[in-house]
């Protein structure tokens, strides 16, 4: 009697089903698998039936990823992050992954940490991973960029959002931060403000050198001089606006206005001001820059700049996707500018019957 024909065992319910499960099963190989669920021309309907009706009894799902590092390219955009806290980054990457979902994308988010070394190991990450473009905010840290040459010299669509690499060649999504911070600074000349204090960040990073030219801009449209002991620089904590804040009411002329590039730094400076017995806004006015949530809730409640998070974040995606369906074609790069938003509220009003109950929107603002 001929020896009995061995059975594949089938495959046990605790772990997923591979393609090579079903070609076990059927006892073909694992292209005919393959074939057959694409809907390949060469598989006979017979055959794409059988694979199908097997597939669906045990669930099977295909790994997307291994089968994009197969073919080179994928479903996924790459983004890179300072850091994912507060409210406007984790907004954008909300933006990012809602557009990117709509056109068929996932996304892998990497944090620099403010660190460049870090941001160029996100970047090796990113190019492993076979991603088909990657979004990028630059880190505080960072002022060299020929790490993105490789991402350019492999063709891979790259665009930055933010914290940009400046420059006709680049392709960016930007608020129009000198807009906004002449927005700014010309409101706290309309409250009756003439000597204007600036905290202002690092001015490598585009989005604090362009807020404080808005602020000299407004400046010099008024006619009042530029005093540069009312400039104060630092990486825009709020310590440091507390330490800023205090440097300058020892001044022998202190400011009766604050400009503060970031709201933390805002934040250090309202505080620095009430512990030495200053109200805010009859003594000294203060406005920030990113409509952080706290802004709401502060004492009183803090002007600011809201930034569109999410419509930057859906803003990068759409230009990323037209660079990735030129596919490889001459895109011509190009910039998007997003206008800024002065959200009003009573710590930059001095006028007392202006005024709103705290948390309250008194006007917005967009140039």
Known sequence: MAPRKKQAPEPTTTSPVSMADLARE????????????????????????????????????????????????????????????????????????????????????????????QERRNLEILLSAQVAGILVSLSRTTLDFRHFEKVRSRGLPLVFFDRIV?????????????????????????????????????????????????????????????????????????????????????????????????????????????????????????????NEAFTLIAEPAMTSIDQRCEEMGQAAVRLLLEVIDADGAPFTPRQVALRPELLVRNSSLRQPEARLPAGKLVSSFTP
Do not use: W
């Not at 060469?42 to 089968?67: C, D, E, F, H």
């Not at 590039?261 to 406005?287: C, F, H, K, N, W």
């Open 166 to 290: 400046e420059g006709d060649k680049v392709n960016a999504v930007v608020l129009d931060d000198q807009e906004g911070g002449y927005v700014s600074t010309r409101h706290l000349l309309s409250q009756g403000c003439r000597r204007i204090a600036h905290l202002a960040g690092p001015q490598h990073l585009n989005i604090y050198k362009n807020r404080r030219q808005g602020y000299l801009d407004a400046l010099a449209e008024a006619g009042i001089p530029l005093d540069e002991a009312l400039i104060h620089y630092s990486d825009m904590n709020q310590e440091q606006g507390i330490a800023a804040m205090r440097e300058l009411l020892s001044l022998p002329e202190p400011p009766d206005a604050v400009f503060a590039a970031g709201d933390y730094s805002a934040l250090g400076a309202m505080q620095e001001a009430r512990r030495q017995g200053l109200t805010v806004p009859d003594d000294i006015a203060i406005t920030g820059f990113s």
């Open 26 to 117: 059927l006892g073909v190989s694992m292209t005919t698998i393959s074939r057959a669920l694409s809907d390949h021309h060469s598989i006979g309907p017979a055959m794409k039936q059988r694979v199908l009706k097997l597939a669906k009894k045990y669930n099977y799902q295909p790994n997307r990823l291994a089968s994009a590092l197969r073919k080179g390219k994928s479903q996924l955009i790459g983004i890179i992050v300072p850091y994912i806290e507060g409210r406007f980054f984790p907004s954008v990457v909300h933006g990012i992954e809602t557009a990117a979902s709509k056109a068929g994308y996932n996304v892998i988010i990497c944090q620099s940490n403010e660190d460049v070394a």
